[in-house]
């Protein structure tokens, strides 16, 4: 999944810094979710999703991007 947050935010065009201020959260916590260092709690998941305009559910699959 963690690949999957960083693969759909550079396909939105957004850096780091932009999600993470949309879902203010530090650009390091960022950087450690993408990396799969860090666990996501539910709240952080469904903004991050909001913000990248997917659902929890293709975010956590492994089909193609949109």
Avoid: W, Y
Avoid at 7 to 15: M, S
Avoid at 23 to 49: A, H, P, T, W, Y
């Amino acid at each position: 999944m963690a690949k999957r947050i960083r693969a759909f935010r550079k396909l939105r065009g957004l850096t780091q810094q932009q999600l993470s201020e949309r879902v203010r959260i530090s650009v390091s916590v960022l950087g450690e979710i993408e990396r799969g260092n860090r666990q996501i709690d539910e709240q952080i998941m469904k903004e991050i999703c909001k913000q990248l305009n997917i659902s929890h559910d293709e975010l956590a699959s492994p089909g193609s991007f949109r």
